[in-house]
């Protein structure tokens, strides 16, 4: 069974713009308040590397694999948690109409650990994806 945990925010700025955001990961560090150290290429199935904090939860490293990515449109990379935990995690943009756009981002938690985890750390991660979006939004608006 999979637990998602999203976050959907309006965004007055084009897809390419926030995707320009998005796909720059050493800039990461300047407006994203939970993935740090980000490096890595885009490319299917490429490795991503970065540094997550997730409001009290400890900080730690995550290695990610690439699974989707669309210019102008998503990223998801997975992160492999052992056999019985696995974790997604997604950016997803709608353009609506030029200049206007709904940006998701959020996990997808999966295995039979992943339960336990989203019940115990399902507001934590809510407001972490909210911090994020909301980061978002103001970097691609200005």
């Known amino acids: 069974m999979n637990f998602k ?7 007055r700025a084009p897809s390419e713009r926030i995707w320009e955001v998005i796909a720059d990961f050493p800039f990461w560090d300047h407006w994203n308040p939970v993935e740090t150290g980000v490096t890595g290429t885009l490319g299917f199935g490429s490795q991503i590397s970065l540094r997550e904090r997730i409001g009290s939860l400890d900080e730690r490293q995550v290695i990610g694999r690439i699974a989707e990515w669309q210019p102008n449109a998503q990223l998801v990379w997975t992160e492999k948690r052992g056999w019985l935990f696995n974790s997604m995690r997604f950016y997803e943009i709608e353009e609506l109409e030029r200049g206007s756009c709904i940006v998701s981002n ?6 039979l650990r ?3 985890f989203h019940e115990r750390h399902r507001r934590t991660v809510r ?3 909210e911090a994020v979006a909301e980061a978002l939004r103001i970097t691609a608006e200005s």
């Open 5 to 11: 945990v999203e976050k959907r925010i309006g965004v």
């Open 127 to 129: 407001a972490s994806c």
């Open 106 to 111: 959020g996990f997808i938690f999966s295995g």
């Open 114 to 116: 992943g339960e336990g």
